[in-house]
Each structure stands twice: as structure tokens, then as C-alpha cells.
């Protein structure tokens, strides 16, 4: 047997193999490390550029579904953009801009243009990234009334930061004001189910009418009809049963792995194959012979009469639909005995199952009383540990959004709450990552941030100097809780041991990460809910929030993209005026449910944006600078009156 020898080499980070350091990036923690790591040799900088930045960005971002890269350029900006994301989203650094619609005033020479004082629309708002070629984009589109508009806003390539606008009047088309209004969009997420030879974005389009169609967002035929979906081949006079007649569309949503959109009118759940080997189109001429010849059509594969079902029990009306797996459909219902139901679609047909009726103090009692489900989002839970990825995540009348596991026999496996505002619903949700999710409020233009409490892979406050100081400000959450004690008062960490500092140690617990309640811009007078809520992707900066006669656009302030774009539209057609505004803030604690409104008894301080520029102010006073860069909150809404 060959004796082992040990080396006279001496040891050194040139002379391990690159498998080795593939294994220590995955254990750094911040962009600086591995940037420093790169700085120590060009052997490593060029290790790292090759592969280290995208081992950083999966291992720290594991849980979000990253946009498609295609360089190694891209994995560093991903980098970038993600740790900085992060720490805007910790600290409440956002600039937010609102969209409005204007009216045009023709004077002596000059045209004035102001937003419009009309009654407003509500906005229902999509959004989609993707990747053509060398570019990017993000795909926006939104129905305001009968009117529809879009924005391709190009991320990368060589017409980046640029934005493309579109906009299509529902008068030119025939629809009417308040009839016809748009009541769910949803842009196709994959072009392999487009309809045609079109490369341009298609999207799905709903309105109170019943009519439910696709449509081009190409530069050139923007808004047009590319394909109709009706309910029944039967004449209306043998289909004047109210389940099955397709009016009001209420909410679309699109199976992707099985080609399948499922639509929702009050009472009914039809379902149309958008797959072009099992989808059967249809072309007629114009009525009495015209030459215009009628878009293409398809008619539902399976028209299901949930108000006629006895499965489905009592309920008013349905509200939203979501497929959660590759054959269920979640539905919401307004008012119902089992307001949340899923439809699992087999070869024998439909089956209807229930959530568990719950046990928590919400429901205990109240088993005959109808309840309603506004907002249904299914949640990816397989980058968490044992997690199974059909989760649900819905917002119920009393102001609770329940987290419920499939897999379980439970009701909801989490339950969370706004601690301030307790029984306000929830319109809209949205999920960024495993990290954390967005509430829109069906009352007001409040957006309400809530933290999964999952085991986090980035924290922004590892690369800030080390102290024995608590985070500061102290929150002040409107349940009474106990400060966390952390008995070890060190004042730096000690690597080698595995001891954080008390600052770091402290910066990680729940209790300093509270959630938090951002109150969107809106006229004085208007007090509009917020309708929808959309992101391109899930690394995006962006989230668009519809409410009630704008579109209202959050991005963290260090986002490489402008914070202030220009208005909507050239000058000969504005369509939309920009207004940048500041918005105001308070900090409502875990985000768990309250079992007890009594405990809910504290108003947080609000915290409003006072937009500055520091630096000139801080220069000479270092002390200042790490101060504001150790401090909870953005530099916007800071308070402190020693150094103003």
C-alpha cells in the first residue's frame, strides 16, 4: 500500500481546485466577500466572473424564480440588483411614481393638459418579463374602463431603459363605458400558446359584458382581436340558464403545464384548451354577408355551473380563480358557506373538495355564517425545506390571509394578519420570493408587507460594521411583545466561534424586521382600494399597483432603472401624466394573527418621506454616515434632530 505524504508546497488559495472554492462561495454572505475574494488574484477574479456570482445569487436568492441570464455579466448585476432589493425592501426605500390619466384644455395657442377629474376607472393590471434575443423587456399591460394600454419597457439590449407605450379607445372598437369595462387581464406567459404566427406579447382580456378574448400588444396592431372564446354552441333561446351564460367575466388564470384557461363568470367555471393540436377554431363571416370576415373562435371544452352544483353549496357569486397544481383550480367565493373550493379535473370529470373546516378562534362559532374569499395565490414551496409546492395562500373576509399546505388536513396551516388594522380584507396579493408577500387593501390605497418568517439566505445588515448596540430605531408594534434579550454583549463577531456580535445577532431576529403598511398616493377625496397587483418576474424591482383611476408604480430607490420616467405618450396623444409623490409608513409588528383584538392596542409612529440629499451634509462626519447606514430605516425617513 502507497504510503501518504503530505506536500512541501506551501498552502495557498492559487493551489485549491476550483470545486473547493465553489464550496466556500455558497457559505459567504454578502456581495462584498465574494467581491473582495475576487479582488485577492486574477486566478480567483476570474474563477469568480466565471461562475462565483451565479453560486452567490442561487444560494442566497434560492427561493426566488430569477429571471433568465444569459452571461456572466448578467449573474453580477443579478447579484447587484437582488442584495440591494433587499435592503431597500428592510429599510422602506422605495420611490413611487403614479400614473394618471389627463384631459386636454385647448387655449389660445397652447394646449394644457391636467389629470383627469372624470369619475375614474378601476385599473386591472399585468405584467410579464421576458427575453427576446439579446434584449429584455417588461411587458405592462392594463384595462381602465373599456380602454386598454401598454407599455414594453426594454431592460437590456440596445434599446435599454427606453419605454414603448400603446393604448387602444374601446369607443373605435364598440364597447361601452361601464358594459364593457375590463375585469381580469392576463398576459399569455408563454408564446407557445399564442394564437397565430405572432412573436409580438398576446394577451387574455375579460370584460363585465361577458366577452372574452385575446389580443395582439404589437407595436403595429395593438389591441386587436386575434381570438375569441364563447361559452356554448347552443342559440341563446336554449342557453338562458343564468349559470351557464357567459356574462361578467370575474377572473382568468392559465394552466401552462396543461395549455388550459379556466374563466370565471359569476356562477360558472368554463375552461378552453389553448393547445394548438387540441384546440378546435372556428371562422365565420360577418353578419348578413359582409366582407369583414369575424375573428377567429373556440368554443369551452367543459362549462361547469357551480351555483347549480350541490357540491359547491351556498354562495353569492364566484370571485377568483387560481390553478394551484397541474389539475386543480382554486375558486373564491363571495358569501359562501365553503367559500374556498377546489375543482380537480379528472378524465371522469370534476371533483369538489372544501378547506378543512379550522379550528382557530376566527371560525370557532361562526360554521354557519357565510364567509368570502377574495384573493387566491399559489405558492412555490420547493426550494423550502421539505417543502411540496402546492401551497395556497388566500385572504379571507375578517381580514386574515391563510397559508394552507395542500398536503395537510388543516384549514390553514398559518394565519396572518395586519396587527394595526385587523378585519380590513385583502384585494390583491402578490409574492415576491419565499421572502416575503404584498397585500393590496380592498378599503384603501394602503399596500400591506408581510414577511413569510421563512428562513431568510441574505440579510443586508451582515456587511455593516459590528456593534454591542441594539437596532435602532427601537420598533414600537401595535401588540405589546417583549424586547428579545441576547445575553452575549459583544461588540464584534467572532468568525472562528460562530458568535455574532450582539448588534448582527439582534438585526436578524423578527422583532426589528417588523412588517410595514405603505400609503400609495391618491387624490384627497379618494379613498380607492387597491384593485390589482402585478410584477414582470419574481427578481423584478417592480411592482404596479391598479387602484381607482391611476396605475401607481413602487421600485426600491437604488434600482438601476430611472425612478422618474417621462409622461405616458407623446405630446400629440398624452395618455398618462407621471407624478412622483412621497409616501408615508408605519411598522405593524410579527404579521401573525391577533387571537385577541384587545391586544391590538397600540397607533405605531408613522414615519412619511422627506425626499434629500445627504451627503454634502454628512462630509467631514463619518461618524454621521455610518449612523444613517446602521439605522433601521431609509435615509428618507430618518429622524434626527441633533444632526438636521
Not at 402578490?430 to 413569510?452: I, N, Q, T
Amino acid at each position: 500500500m502507497e504510503s501518504l505524504s503530505i506536500s512541501d508546497e506551501t498552502p495557498s488559495l492559487t493551489t485549491l481546485p476550483a470545486d473547493i472554492f465553489y464550496i466556500v462561495l455558497t457559505y459567504l454572505d454578502t456581495a462584498k466577500s465574494v467581491a473582495n475574494l475576487a479582488a485577492s488574484c486574477k486566478g480567483l477574479h476570474h474563477l469568480i466572473t466565471e461562475s462565483g456570482w451565479r453560486i452567490f445569487v442561487t444560494s442566497r436568492f434560492s427561493t426566488f424564480k430569477l429571471s433568465e441570464v444569459s452571461s456572466t455579466e448578467e449573474w453580477r448585476e443579478h447579484a447587484f440588483s437582488l442584495t440591494s432589493q433587499s435592503r431597500d425592501w428592510d429599510r422602506r426605500a422605495f420611490a413611487v411614481s403614479a400614473l394618471k390619466p389627463v384631459v386636454k384644455h385647448r387655449g389660445r395657442g397652447f394646449n394644457h393638459f391636467s389629470p383627469s377629474q372624470s369619475i375614474p376607472s378601476n385599473i386591472i393590471v399585468d405584467a410579464h418579463h421576458q427575453r427576446k434575443g439579446n434584449g429584455a423587456q417588461d411587458v405592462v399591460f392594463w384595462g381602465a374602463g373599456e380602454d386598454i394600454f401598454g407599455l414594453l419597457r426594454h431592460t437590456r439590449g440596445p434599446k435599454a431603459s427606453n419605454d414603448e407605450w400603446f393604448s387602444s379607445r374601446g369607443a373605435t372598437a364598440g364597447y361601452r363605458s361601464g358594459k364593457d369595462d375590463v375585469t381580469c387581464v392576463s398576459i399569455l406567459k408563454d408564446s407557445k400558446y399564442n394564437h397565430g404566427h405572432e412573436d409580438e406579447p398576446q394577451v387574455l382580456v375579460g370584460r363585465a359584458s361577458g366577452h372574452l378574448h385575446l389580443l395582439s400588444m404589437g407595436a403595429s396592431n395593438f389591441g386587436n382581436t386575434v381570438l375569441n372564446f364563447r361559452t356554448s354552441r347552443k342559440p341563446a333561446s336554449e342557453s338562458d340558464n343564468e349559470a351557464i351564460r357567459q356574462t361578467e367575466i370575474q377572473s382568468l388564470d392559465v394552466n401552462y403545464k396543461q395549455g388550459t384557461l379556466a374563466a370565471a363568470t359569476k356562477h360558472s367555471i368554463l375552461t378552453y384548451s389553448l393547445r394548438h393540436d387540441t384546440q378546435a377554431v372556428y371562422k365565420e363571416n360577418g353578419e348578413h354577408d359582409l366582407k369583414i370576415v369575424a375573428t377567429p373562435h373556440v368554443w369551452a371544452d367543459d362549462v361547469l355551473a357551480l351555483k347549480d352544483d350541490p357540491q359547491s353549496g351556498a354562495f353569492e357569486f364566484i370571485r377568483s380563480t387560481k390553478f394551484v397544481n397541474g389539475d386543480t383550480l382554486a375558486v373564491g367565493l363571495n358569501k359562501g358557506s365553503n367559500p374556498l373550493q377546489y375543482l380537480k379535473y379528472t378524465p371522469t370529470g370534476v371533483d369538489i373538495s372544501h378547506a378543512t373546516k379550522a379550528s382557530n378562534t376566527h371560525d370557532a362559532g361562526n360554521d354557519y355564517k357565510l364567509r368570502t374569499v377574495r384573493a387566491i395565490l399559489p405558492v412555490d414551496t420547493n426550494s423550502v425545506g421539505r417543502g411540496g409546492g402546492n401551497v395556497v395562500l388566500s385572504s379571507w373576509d375578517d381580514g386574515t390571509i391563510r397559508l394552507q399546505d395542500l398536503r395537510t388536513r388543516s384549514s390553514a396551516d398559518q394565519i396572518f394578519q395586519d396587527n394595526f388594522d385587523l378585519s380590513t380584507p385583502i384585494n390583491a396579493l402578490l409574492s415576491r420570493g419565499l421572502e416575503r408577500f404584498v397585500a393590496g387593501s380592498a378599503y384603501s390605497p394602503v399596500l400591506k408587507v408581510f414577511d413569510y418568517r421563512w428562513p431568510k439566505g441574505y440579510y443586508h445588515t451582515e456587511a455593516l460594521p459590528c456593534g454591542n448596540d441594539e437596532p435602532y430605531p427601537a420598533p414600537r408594534p401595535p401588540t405589546i411583545v417583549t424586547e428579545p434579550s441576547y445575553s452575549d454583549d459583544r461588540a464584534t463577531c467572532d468568525y472562528m466561534a460562530g458568535k455574532r456580535c450582539r448588534w448582527h445577532e439582534l438585526s436578524r431576529h423578527d422583532y426589528y424586521r417588523p412588517n410595514f403598511n405603505m400609503w400609495l398616493p391618491a387624490s384627497a377625496s379618494d379613498t380607492s382600494p387597491i384593485y390589482t397587483l402585478a410584477s414582470p418576474s419574481d427578481d423584478s424591482p417592480t411592482i404596479f399597483a391598479g387602484l381607482s383611476g391611476m396605475l401607481v408604480e413602487v421600485t426600491p430607490k437604488s434600482s438601476t432603472r430611472p425612478t422618474t420616467r417621462p409622461n405616458f405618450g407623446p405630446a400629440k396623444d398624452l395618455a398618462y401624466v407621471r407624478q412622483v409623490d412621497s409616501v408615508a409608513f408605519i411598522e405593524t409588528g410579527s404579521g401573525f394573527v391577533v387571537d385577541d383584538v384587545s391586544q391590538s392596542q397600540r397607533v405605531p409612529p408613522m414615519y412619511r418621506q422627506f425626499f434629500r440629499d445627504l451627503t454634502e451634509r454628512d462630509r467631514g462626519h463619518p461618524e454621521r454616515a455610518i449612523w444613517r447606514k446602521r439605522h433601521r430605516l431609509d435615509e428618507w425617513l430618518q429622524r434626527c434632530a441633533a444632526w438636521e
